[in-house]
């Protein structure tokens, strides 16, 4: 089945990349499944809920797939040889620090043990729809992180993805054993600022996070593309019993951008809190989906995402809570706030329940506002310039998701925040 717009992945085309990539029988056989499941979608329609506010047509690779593996090297600088770090570049194995290296954990490409096609698509599946599915067939770059039972690891494990190829299509997953505990930053950057200022790109990636019992996972995902970059990204947790999962996300860059979060909380006592930042300008346009799945009972939630905006940018933002049968005793919270910094900035914003037993406990709120004026009048009454003052609004609304992030990161972070608030009070 095909539809207007949709790429052509043909059996051979698959073959080979696997062959290239080096995946062994399992993951050709992986790939294989994956593309029936491929050729057998239309593009999403745009009257369907998660889709009303993007046209996928605009996040599809703009060349036949496979996308061609890019010429050229990325410069040294772009793997840090002092902090433990992985760098994924497509048709290439991840390049690893020294420092990662030490860490304890298992870094190695996709599909490097057999396992891997047993624990991959736990969460996403091969049918969690076309670009999933996509991904799944055609991923260009993979990376399995494993932490061993009982591990520790003291540093955050920084994953870096450049889109410096026409096409990036990333696959990662992070399998964390019982009792273990791990920090992974996934950042996604480049486009222009790695000299293709003329060039589009786009990314289409998939993280699964697998959370063992009594393990604890702190993922934050750093999306700061250039204006060149268009992409969607899916990152989604299992927690087991009593395991937590924090997910945290800073979505600052890019054009068209599409992410899909969320985590399924699979025994009682599993915890998963989603903390999110969107800061957007010029006609940026954002669609951000959570979801969050509580299969058993004495589970519990929580989602807290911000959202600032100037120029002609635009958010749409649609926060889905589930509570299952069986799963008594949950306990959920949702929150989504929307700051408008130009009366021609638009936020939409879509919290839904569905709750299918009793003895829970849910809430949600959302709330689209302009800028307060007489926060602004106030402190240019303190002699604080304009510009200045909108930054410290906007900086005092972020606050409380910002001082939520991994304490290893958190400076990290709010450095490219300040950085990116200082563009947005400029286009005010």
């Known amino acids: 089945m095909a539809s207007e717009g949709k790429p052509v992945l043909a059996r051979t085309d698959v073959q080979r990349l696997s062959r290239e990539l080096g995946d062994g029988e399992a993951g050709l056989g992986w790939r294989l499944a994956a593309l029936g499941e491929f050729q057998n979608m239309e593009l999403p329609s745009r009257v369907e809920h998660l889709w009303r506010y993007t046209n996928p047509v605009n996040l599809l690779p703009l060349e036949p797939m496979p996308a061609n593996m890019p010429p050229r090297q990325l410069k040294a600088y772009d793997l840090p040889a002092d902090e433990p770090a992985v760098l994924l570049v497509p048709g290439r194995a991840p390049a690893v620090s020294e420092a990662a290296l030490a860490l304890g954990v298992t870094i190695a490409p996709l599909f490097a043990d057999d396992v891997d096609a047993e624990r991959l698509g736990i969460v996403s599946p091969l049918n969690a729809g076309l670009f999933a599915s996509l991904n799944a067939a055609a991923w260009n770059t993979g990376l399995?992180?494993?932490?061993?039972?009982?591990?520790?690891?003291?540093?955050?494990?920084?994953?870096?993805?450049?889109?410096?190829?026409?096409?990036?299509l990333p696959r990662i997953l992070v399998d964390v054993a019982e009792q273990a505990e791990i920090t992974v930053v996934e950042e996604h950057y480049g486009g222009s600022d790695l000299g293709d200022a003329a060039e589009a790109h786009r990314v289409i990636g998939v993280t699964e996070v697998l959370v063992g019992q009594g393990a604890h996972v702190k993922h934050?995902?750093?999306?700061?593309?250039?204006?060149?970059?268009?992409?969607?990204?899916?990152?989604?947790?299992?927690?087991?019993?009593?395991?937590?999962?924090?997910?945290?996300?800073?979505?600052?860059?890019?054009?068209?951008?599409?992410?899909?979060?969320?985590?399924?909380?699979?025994?009682?006592?599993?915890?998963?809190?989603?903390?999110?930042?969107?800061?957007?300008?010029?006609?940026?346009?954002?669609?951000?989906?959570?979801?969050?799945?509580?299969?058993?009972?004495?589970?519990?939630?929580?989602?807290?995402?911000?959202?600032?905006?100037?120029?002609?940018?635009?958010?749409?933002?649609?926060?889905?809570?589930?509570?299952?049968?069986?799963?008594?005793?949950?306990?959920?919270?949702?929150?989504?706030?929307?700051?408008?910094?130009?009366?021609?900035?638009?936020?939409?914003?879509?919290?839904?329940?569905?709750?299918?037993?009793?003895?829970?406990?849910?809430?949600?709120?959302?709330?689209?506002?302009?800028?307060?004026?007489?926060?602004?009048?106030?402190?240019?009454?303190?002699?604080?310039?304009?510009?200045?003052?909108?930054?410290?609004?906007?900086?005092?609304?972020?606050?409380?998701?910002?001082?939520?992030?991994?304490?290893?990161?958190?400076?990290?972070?709010?450095?490219?925040?300040?950085?990116?608030?200082?563009?947005?009070?400029?286009?005010?």
């Open 144 to 168: 399995t992180i494993r932490v061993p039972r009982g591990a520790r690891p003291e540093q955050p494990l920084r994953v870096l993805v450049p889109a410096f190829a026409e096409t990036t």
């Open 220 to 428: 934050v995902l750093v999306q700061r593309w250039s204006d060149a970059v268009s992409g969607w990204l899916s990152v989604r947790a299992r927690v087991e019993r009593d395991g937590s999962y924090h997910g945290a996300n800073a979505s600052l860059g890019g054009d068209r951008v599409k992410l899909e979060l969320g985590a399924d909380l699979a025994g009682p006592g599993a915890r998963s809190e989603l903390a999110g930042v969107v800061l957007g300008g010029d006609k940026q346009r954002f669609d951000h989906h959570t979801r969050h799945v509580h299969l058993s009972g004495q589970t519990w939630s929580n989602i807290d995402f911000k959202v600032a905006l100037t120029d002609r940018a635009r958010s749409a933002y649609t926060g889905l809570i589930r509570i299952e049968e069986g799963a008594a005793g949950s306990e959920a919270l949702q929150e989504n706030r929307n700051l408008l910094l130009s009366d021609k900035a638009r936020a939409d914003t879509i919290p839904e329940l569905e709750i299918l037993t009793d003895d829970v406990s849910c809430s949600h709120g959302a709330t689209v506002a302009p800028i307060d004026a007489e926060q602004l009048f106030y402190l240019g009454s303190r002699g604080i310039g304009a510009d200045e003052a909108i930054q410290l609004v906007v900086s005092g609304f972020i606050a409380p998701v910002v001082d939520r992030l991994p304490e290893a990161v958190r400076s990290a972070v709010a450095e490219l925040v300040s950085g990116r608030l200082v563009r947005l009070a400029g286009g005010i």
